[in-house]
Structures are given as C-alpha cells and as structure tokens.
C-alpha cells in the first residue's frame, strides 16, 4: 500500500471536517520516532498533540496494558467497579496541587473533562455563567467550542452556541495586552455584563495551547484566585495539556503560589490511551448526585491501567527533569538563531512546553506563510511539527520527553535547515 492511495481512499470515505495535517499515514512508533507504510522516517515533534509524553509504545505501558487485557477489558465502572481505578483517583488526589482534601472522577476525552467541571461548578455553586478566556481551547463539543474562543474553524456555521459563557482577554504581550490590561477588562465584563454573584467558575489554562503557548503571569494567575475568592466563584484549570510533565512540573499550576478548586487533565494522563481526569476539592465534587457523572466508557480499565504506569515512569526515570532540560537547550537554540532569522519575535514556555512566534520586525505583522513553509520544509525532511496560535504565527513544540539526546539533536538540525531555506 502506498501514501497516495491511502489518501484517495480517506478523501473518497471520510469527511473533511476531520481536518488531516499529514498525507502518508502510520505503520509504527517507538519512543519519539514514526514509521510510515511506505518505510520512511520521521521524529514526532507533535506527540499525538501533546499525548505521547512518556513516548510512543514505552515497554512498561505495553506490558501494563496487557496485563490489564488478560484479567478483562470494560465493566464499566458505574456498573461493576474496579480497585485500579480508586488507586488512581487515590495517586491523582495526592498530585494535584492545593493544600485541601479532593476527589477524582475519569472520563474518556479532554473536552469530557471540561464539560464535567462546568457542570460540577454550576450544581456546587447553583450559579449559571462561565466566565473563559481569548485565545483558549477547550475542545469540539458544543459547550467545548463554546468555551474555546476562536471562530474559524471550531465554531465556524456549528450555533447556536451554548449560553452563559463570557471571554475576556487573556494577558499577552505580543497581542499587546498587559497584564494590567487583561485585569481591568475582566473587571469591566463584571461590572457591565454579567453578575460575579452568578458567576459558577472562570476557566483558563495555565499555558494557552491551541492560543499559541502563551504562559499566564504569576501575577494575573493570583488575581484571579483572589478574585475568585472574593466573590465566591471556582477557579478551573484546564490542565488537559499542561498537565503530566509538560511543563517542567508534573501539573502547570505548580509553577504558581494559588491552587485551583477544580482541575481537568487527559493527553498524556494514560500515554497514549484514551483517558481524562477531574480533580477538586472534595465538597464541590461530591455536590452532584449519583449519576450525574459518568460515562460508558469513563475510566476505562485499559487506560487506568496504562495512567498507574505513566506516574511510576514519570518518576522513576526523572522525566521532568530531563524535559525541562531539553525545554531550555531549545530555548537557548531559537534564541541564538533570532539574527539568522528575524522574523523571530518571541520564544516561549515553560519546561518542555515551548514555541516560537513569527512577525515581521518592521510591521509586526504574523508570519503564516513563513510558518507554514517551515513547517512543510521540517516534515519533508523528517521532522513532524504542529503550529498554533490565532494567526497560525506559531511552532509549538511537543517532543515526547523520552527523546534520546541524539535525536533531539538530529531535529534541531532540521529545524535549523528549514528556518533558513
């Protein structure tokens, strides 16, 4: 079978709203490398978007799986419980940030997740509005895309929206809004739009994702507990993609002094198996009632079984450590390359969550088509790489954090060739 007869068949069988970056398709991966049907090699900058942490079919979580896979595969957990999953929910309490008693529930998606914590702030706190932030993404379902603040393409012809969400901007210097800018318009949608005394929850991830990996200030992150705090409402990390080691620390929030009351995570939760987590105090996740959380296939076996794993290798083999290594060598690289390359303007992130943003010195207008253009130089020449950002002027980088020196090295040199081609 070859590529281009994969591709006619996908375009003749599937529909284009499930949008497909690449156009050779997987026969196999290893730790931080695919392999396509037609034999050739490439290193995944892209980690399943943000998944693969712990890399591509790591032995231990095999292993894991199949053990898990001899004993059964679904009960449902709602149905006929399971000690693996109570274990987990018992590791998660205890990981997540915040000095106060929590609980767990699992799901199967992110956006699963984020629906679940809206519905568990609105019943705890028998509040209706949602308060998000510009530039975020928090998924495709209805009140996901609600949430998430770009039109084109994840809101573009889907409304009626759900109601009761409000997006204020989010701090960011490149799009040239302060952090004390952001503060006082947040203020503003308080005081003229909606009432913070209706107010169940205000959402944001630590490190905006799909929004260009843009790091929340220390400073705005304590405004908002405090803000929060003052007017009784729950304060949601979205963690779906920050979360299990991507940021130097096993959850972003821990690069902050103030604790969420709620935290979502999924991606690289269960290393590549289809799983999601809420974690919050115990109080307001004990507020609905039986059977109003769930889902058929939430807490799947299999991927509680493979999540077990992926803390003890987080933590056995140091990963944090040595992702938030390769973070500040990539760093130091793009920053070193800004006088070959003077569309760089700006490089970014925390730990081994790190981008890249392309503007115009004079202008400061966003580079796309420079983007895009390194971006398929990059993936000609074996290295796959994401963009990001509401003007498509960003390079995310997602390496699995098990990447071998050496190929981490063999990718800069790629990167490096198609920044200057």
């Known amino acids: 079978m070859k590529n281009a007869e994969l591709l006619k068949r996908k375009n003749a069988a599937t529909p284009r709203g499930v949008g497909v970056m690449c156009e050779f398709y997987a026969d196999r991966a290893k730790n931080s490398e695919i392999w396509d049907i037609e034999g050739k090699r490439y290193i995944d900058f892209a980690c399943g978007i943000a998944v693969c942490n712990t890399g591509h079919r790591h032995p231990r979580l095999t292993s894991a799986i199949q053990a898990q896979l001899e004993r059964f595969v ?206 919050g105090r115990s109080e307001i996740m004990d507020a609905p009632l039986p059977g109003g959380l769930g889902g058929t296939y939430a807490g799947h076996p299999l991927a509680i079984a493979s999540a077990l794993t992926v803390i003890d290798i987080m933590e056995e083999e140091d990963l944090l450590t040595k992702g938030a290594a390769l973070g500040d060598k990539l760093q130091s690289t793009l920053n070193e390359l800004r006088t070959e390359v003077p569309f760089i303007s700006d490089v970014r992130g925390l730990g081994a969550m790190v981008a890249v943003e392309f503007r115009c010195p004079e202008s400061h207008a966003p580079q796309a088509d420079f983007v895009k253009k390194v971006q398929q130089t990059a993936l000609s020449n074996g290295l796959i790489l994401l963009t990001c950002g509401p003007d498509a002027n960003v390079i995310r980088f997602l390496y699995p954090l098990t990447i071998s020196d050496e190929l981490f090295d063999e990718a800069l040199a790629i990167l490096h060739q198609a920044l200057l081609s």
């Open 74 to 279: 679904h009960t449902a957990y709602q149905v006929v419980p399971y000690e693996s999953y109570v274990e987990l929910a018992e590791k998660i309490n205890n990981l997540v940030p915040g000095d106060f008693p929590k609980k767990t529930a699992f799901f199967t998606t992110g956006v699963e997740a984020v629906e679940n914590a809206i519905k568990i702030a609105r019943y705890a706190t028998k509040r209706p509005h949602v308060i998000s932030f510009n530039n975020s993404f928090h998924g495709r379902t209805l009140l996901g895309i609600t949430l998430t603040a770009k039109v084109n393409p994840y809101k573009k012809g889907f409304g009626p929206l759900a109601p009761n969400v409000y997006h204020v901007p989010f701090p960011n210097e490149q799009q040239g809004i302060s952090i004390d800018a952001a503060k006082q318009q947040l203020q503003t949608v308080l005081n003229t739009s909606v009432d913070p005394q209706q107010v169940a929850a205000i959402i944001i991830e630590p490190v905006q994702g799909e929004g260009g990996f843009n790091v929340c200030p220390p400073e705005f992150m304590k405004f908002l507990r405090e803000l929060c705090d003052q007017h009784g409402i729950l304060l949601i990390a979205d963690e779906v993609q920050t979360g299990f080691g991507r940021t130097g620390k096993l959850f972003a929030m821990e690069h902050y002094d103030v604790a969420a009351d709620i935290t979502t995570m999924a991606k690289s939760l269960a290393g590549g198996m289809p799983l999601s987590g809420i974690c």
